[in-house]
């Protein structure tokens, strides 16, 4: 099968044109996927009752809070470790969960160093928004 480059490059020209984080074009019996991770920086765009919501909260420890709606996965695998435990030391930028969005996985990042104290959500569950994960002391 010979690939199309020029198909992939346009694909991937209106990836970024109309911000999207997949696209799949079809001909006849041949299809072509092409995606990207899209960072999206909420910090401007958090409702009022959720930053109400984590102010209240941090006075027992710093809540990761999730990226989207979608939902909760604590490991990468079903029946597979999970990600952290409570009492486990964590870096910055270490993954402490997935919340999948529309069969998009999306890795949810420690927001700093230190030691889980409480995970807020169960395997599975459907979360929202805004809404704390873990708890990191």
Request: glycine content about 8%; cysteine-free.
């Amino acid at each position: 099968m010979k690939i199309n480059k020029k198909i992939i490059e346009e694909l991937t020209k209106y990836l970024k044109e109309f911000d999207l984080s997949e696209i799949l074009y079809a001909e006849g019996t041949t299809q072509v996927k092409v995606s990207r991770q899209i960072n999206v920086n909420t910090s401007n765009i958090v409702p009022s009752e959720v930053k109400a919501k984590k102010t209240v909260v941090e006075e027992n420890g710093t809540h990761v809070t999730s990226p989207i709606v979608g939902t909760a996965y604590l490991a990468p695998e079903p029946g597979g470790k999970k990600f952290v435990e409570v009492g486990q030391k964590v870096k910055k930028g270490q993954t402490i969960m997935i919340v999948e969005a529309m069969k998009t996985m999306n890795h949810v990042p420690s927001t700093q160093e230190g030691i889980i104290s409480k995970i807020l959500v169960k395997d599975g569950q459907a979360v929202e928004f805004g809404q704390p994960l873990i708890s990191i002391k």
